[in-house]
């Protein structure tokens, strides 16, 4: 006749499958640990976020169990219940989440349950990927209410020439974080509705009908060199900035890039071999929808003087020979 104490939720975590994800294989699989070991999940599904070409030519999302292998599955296959949240792990790198098809899916998961997009990049580099996020303030009446049940205000919506049409009509907000401490903690509020007021938050405004188009185009088409390297260099990390000159030594490929990271930036990480890799700067040769540890980056020739230029520095010879012996 006690009640019995049981774990609140039920989890879907789910990893995005493109390119740049196998070098964050360590840090997803460490935070799946993490997120077995709080006890607060019954169950935890682990899926994959791919994308394959669709009937008429454009890219479709598609859910695959947690290997590579796994056949496809619909994205509306999740298994639902009014306990379960899910959670979606990328670095934001990929076109694919420019894409309106992709962002529709976080619009239709996030009208039936609590959703949330988990950044592995810090806040700092997330606008540089052509996502329109937003400051928001976020306020849920309730105990495991979907996104689409939450109250949304934007503090800047002022600044807007029409406030009131910079919240569409049918959107649902999808918060963005980094996946820290402090972040989860937000969400967490959020989902048991153990706040007394909004919770801040960064959201990605979703649609479930995806407009026409294919939401991708690169704004930076018709870049001259000279102003690919400026607009880099204005943004970016000053170890991310020498990481590039080093790396512009030639082609290289994921192996080269870590070695002559390892050697000569030492005091660099992951973010910082991301963030370089990623600025549209380096070019993928061959298959460029395949993985990244499976394909050469390479620069065109007058970025790569461009790049020096602006640096004042010429390819060291280490940097070339540690390069040839992993290439």
């Not at 104490?5 to 699989?29: C, F, G, H, I, K």
């Not at 509705?193 to 407009?211: C, D, I, K, M």
């Not at 870049?223 to 000053?238: C, D, K």
């Not at 973010?271 to 460029?288: I, K, N, Q, W, Y």
């Amino acid at each position: 006749t006690k009640p019995a104490v049981e774990r609140l939720l039920d989890l879907t975590l789910v990893v995005d499958a493109s390119p740049s994800m196998p070098l964050w294989d360590m840090s997803v699989a460490a935070f799946e640990t993490v997120l077995e070991q709080l006890g607060t999940f019954r169950t935890i599904q682990r899926c994959r976020l791919d994308a394959m070409p669709g009937p008429d030519g454009r890219t479709v999302p598609v859910l695959r169990g947690g290997t590579k292998n796994a056949p496809a599955r619909r994205t509306t296959a999740l298994g639902r219940s009014d306990r379960r949240v899910v959670l979606v792990v990328t670095d934001g790198v990929d076109d694919r989440w420019r894409d309106p098809a992709f962002t529709a899916v976080l619009a239709r998961w996030g009208r039936s349950m609590p959703t949330a997009l988990v950044n592995l990049l810090p806040q700092r580099l997330w606008p540089r990927r052509g996502q329109e996020l937003h400051r928001a303030r976020l306020t849920a009446r309730g105990t495991l209410l979907p996104n689409a049940r939450w109250s949304l205000t934007l503090p800047d919506a002022w600044l807007e020439p029409d406030p009131d049409l910079v919240v569409p009509q049918g959107a649902v907000p999808v918060p963005v974080f980094e996946c820290q401490p402090r972040w989860l903690r937000r969400w967490a509020q959020l989902v048991v509705g153990g706040n007394n007021g909004p919770v801040p938050a960064t959201v990605l405004l979703t649609h479930e009908q995806a407009p026409t188009g294919t939401g991708a185009e690169a704004d930076e088409a018709g870049w001259t060199a000279e102003e690919q390297v400026r607009a880099f260099m204005a943004s970016a990390s000053p170890l991310a900035r020498r990481l590039a000159t080093l790396l512009a030594a030639g082609p290289v490929n994921l192996a080269a890039a870590k070695a002559i990271q390892s050697e000569l930036v030492p005091e660099s990480d992951l973010v910082h071999l991301v963030e370089t890799l990623a600025s549209g700067l380096f070019e993928p040769r061959g298959d460029t929808n395949g993985p990244w540890d499976t394909i050469m980056f390479s620069l065109q020739p007058e970025v790569r003087k461009q790049l020096h230029d602006t640096n004042g520095l010429r390819t060291a010879p280490a940097c070339e020979q540690i390069g040839r012996a992993h290439v």
